[in-house]
Structures are given as C-alpha cells and as structure tokens.
C-alpha cells in the first residue's frame, strides 16, 4: 500500500484476480453466457449491513434493511433459531468482497481510459469469463443461502419481501 496515497499496488489487484475463487472453466455458463443473478434483488445487503458495528447515517440504507429487521417483534428470536444459517450466509458474504474490490478498481481504469491496465486485470483471472467468474462463484454460494433463509423468515412470519 502506498504510504501517502493508501492505494494498493496493481500488481495487488492482479494477485486477488489469480487467486480468488472462481467457477470451474467447464461450467456451462462458459459456453451459454447465462447469469443466474442475484437472489431477491438486494435482499443481500440486509445480511450485509447486520454484520456492521458503527453507527450508520440516519434515513440510509441501514435503517431501510438492518433498521427495519431489528424493529421486528420476532426478529430477535428468528435470528437465535437460525444462527447457523446466518453464519453460512455471513461466510458466503465474504467471497463477495474480492469481485466487489476488482470491480471497483476495473471502473477507477475505465473511467481513467486505462484499457491496458483493465485487459491485464481480466487476463490475470486466467479465465474465460475473466473477473465474472469470482463474481458468479460467488452468488453460486451465496444465493442457496439467501433463498433459504427468506424460506425461514415467511415460515416465521416475517416478510423477506420487504428486503428486496
């Protein structure tokens, strides 16, 4: 990291692309483009923001998602029966975090016009799909999770729609 600006090296950024976790090459996704998305919309970022310990801003997106579980009368007691669960989800949470920082850095090189550093980034994924890959290995984790636990809220009789 660079002492006066904070940033990280480039040859960091292409590291976390070789090294992060990513879907086999034989996946038909490959060949098929296919994207599964993300399960529930944003109903991640609840799982997200419940795993924060700083006070976030008034009228954000704490209080939209974190705000509103915490205030649920069941909500305490549906976090207790299922904390396995929520472990999984906040584990699987944690692949995301690689793909989200490539992402971020892929558009700092886009918007700075630096193709040369962006075609480097991708081909260091040594993968077909490049940096789409960690990303959809990723929500291939975390997705199962999601849509189990939004199982569990409704048999709880809390709406997991409200988070999406």
Partial sequence: MSEVTGEKPFEYYLDLARTAPKIEIDDPRVESGEDYGQFGNNFYVLWQLLQLDTPQEP????DRYAGRAL???G???????????IGKINEALVLMKPYKELHDKMKEFFMNHDEEAEEQLEAAAAHPLGLEAIRLYAWDKLNPLLKEI????????????QFY
């Fill in 71 to 73: 205030s649920n009368p």
């Fill in 150 to 161: 939004a199982l569990r809220m409704e048999e709880a009789g809390i709406d997991p729609h």
């Fill in 59 to 62: 009228g954000g997106a704490y």
């Fill in 75 to 85: 909500w305490e007691a549906f976090t207790q029966a299922n904390a396995e669960l």
